[in-house]
């Protein structure tokens, strides 16, 4: 195939990257076949709606699928290039669970012929792709696969992480740089030809082995400096000082850049992807380890503060502030405040109210729980006691004069103007 060529592309696993990334392949004007195992989403996507909350996602899918560019489907079929966007969670012990790329690859052996390119996307443990590779070398002993034969390889395999942010995820794709590692520097050239197509950042290419652990280490990064953050605010509890004022200040050192506290760290990326590290090198990683046992420890912190406050106003309302792992989303996955929220609704059976602009009903954590969706408004109105668990910009935009007399637990710091009424409330108490 001449570079002028438009390949057809395979893209498997529609979910919050693979979806996108199909959507703005098909734009570029290669013809997109989507695979997913779950049949609704195929039926949605063909007819131009979406099953996830993104930024101008709807419009592009709709555009691309009414075009006959992107149409999905429950099986592979033969194309040029094959791109595999599918989960890689992980198992018991926090062990890497790569099955469902391994049966993606199974799923596409068949159909590979001689031109063909294979990427990986999905977040890995270092070594996936070649185990990938030696998998689609054992089906397809006709073919002469790279890093394996001394002749030009039939196929191309490489390691092409995302690194986009849910929430600006169309526009990331496009203009964020990528690493493009290759099992073979000619797989990473053929690679770095196909994103070149719709990839305005600047594309760097590697091996395989060092652009999977690129990727690990990205999130790894965010989330021990995350946890730095998180430390000072449990510290900060314990000295009575307010850490978002700390920040701020340390802040304004030229070479300081302190992020910030909140619930813990959710989602399913910067909670899970340390522990490729860590699975791989447990010896050798004893900081990133740390760092994600102080992010998963502050879910508990939150739960502790939260209940002395409860504790201390028996009989009022909670509001709970948010459900989505970070601002303006809908995505619930390994949320702090989710997990917050259901803890709190099972320990004070009808006194909490969720309060999640993203949600239309609480989701199967809550079930058989006495606990209500509400929206903002009939929190403001029926709930003295709120705790933010989430930014989003429709709390951060409540006036203060409509918060005022609340008794606040503010995780995220939306409220910086919030007055300190629990302090208030404990000194009109006599002692004892
Ligand atoms: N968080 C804090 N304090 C902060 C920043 C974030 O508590 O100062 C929390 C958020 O509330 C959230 C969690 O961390 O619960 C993760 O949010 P995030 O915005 O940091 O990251 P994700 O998970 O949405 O996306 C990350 C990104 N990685 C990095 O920034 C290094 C994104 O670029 C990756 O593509 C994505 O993971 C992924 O798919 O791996």
Not at 99 to 109: D, E, H, K, R, W
Not at 180 to 185: A, C, K, Q, R, Y
Not at 226 to 234: H, K, M, R, T, V
Not at 263 to 279: K, L, R, S
């Amino acid at each position: 195939m001449l570079s002028e060529e438009k390949p057809s592309v395979c893209v498997i696993g529609l979910g919050y990257i693979g979806l996108p990334t199909a959507a703005v392949i098909a734009r570029s004007g290669c013809p997109v076949l989507g695979i997913d195992i779950n049949e609704q989403v195929v039926d949605t996507i063909n007819s131009g709606k979406i099953h996830i909350e993104e930024v101008d996602l709807d419009g592009l899918v709709q555009g691309v699928v009414s075009r006959n560019m992107l149409r999905a489907s429950l099986t592979v079929e033969p194309s040029d290039v094959f791109v595999i966007a599918v989960p890689t969670p992980f198992g018991e012990n926090h062990i890497p669970d790569t099955s469902f790329v391994m049966t993606a690859a199974t799923n596409i052996a068949k159909d590979l012929k001689t031109g063909d390119t294979v990427i990986l996307e999905s977040t890995c443990p270092v070594g996936t792709t070649e185990k990938m590779r030696d998998l689609i070398a054992e089906l397809r002993p006709d073919l002469k696969i790279p890093g394996l034969t001394q002749d030009i390889p039939d196929i191309a395999i490489a390691y092409c992480p995302e690194r986009v942010l849910p929430g600006r995820i169309l526009e990331e794709l496009i203009q964020n740089d990528r690493s493009i590692g290759g099992i073979t520097s000619r797989c990473a050239r053929k690679a770095l030809g196909f994103y070149r197509r719709f990839v305005r950042g600047e594309l760097v290419t590697t091996s395989a082995r060092a652009a999977e652990m690129t990727k690990l280490v990205e999130n790894s990064y965010r989330d021990v400096n995350i946890a730095f953050a998180n430390e000072l605010s449990i510290i900060a509890d314990h000295m009575d000082l307010d850490v978002w004022e700390v920040i701020r200040l340390a802040n304004r050192h030229p070479r300081v850049n302190i992020l910030q506290p909140g619930p813990g760290v959710g989602g399913h990326c910067i909670a899970v992807d340390p522990w490729f590290i860590i699975h791989s090198a447990p010896e050798q990683s004893p900081l990133i380890r740390i760092a994600r046992e102080v992010n998963d420890g502050k879910i508990g912190h939150v739960l502790e503060q939260a209940s002395l406050l409860i504790d201390e106003l028996p009989d009022e309302s909670i509001a709970c502030f948010g459900l989505a792992f970070k601002a303006n989303i809908d995505d619930f996955r390994e949320s702090p405040a989710l997990k917050i929220s259901a803890k709190l609704a099972k320990r004070y059976p009808g006194r909490i109210k969720i309060v999640e602009p993203y949600a239309s009903k609480l989701p199967a954590e809550f079930k058989d729980m006495d606990a209500e969706l509400i929206d903002i408004d009939q929190a403001l109105e029926t709930c003295p006691i709120i705790i933010t668990l989430t930014d989003h910009d429709m709390f951060k935009s409540i006036p203060l004069d409509e918060r005022v007399s609340k008794v606040v637990y503010d995780t995220r710091g939306i409220w910086p103007d919030q007055p300190d009424n629990f302090s208030a409330i404990n000194e009109l108490k006599p002692p004892g």
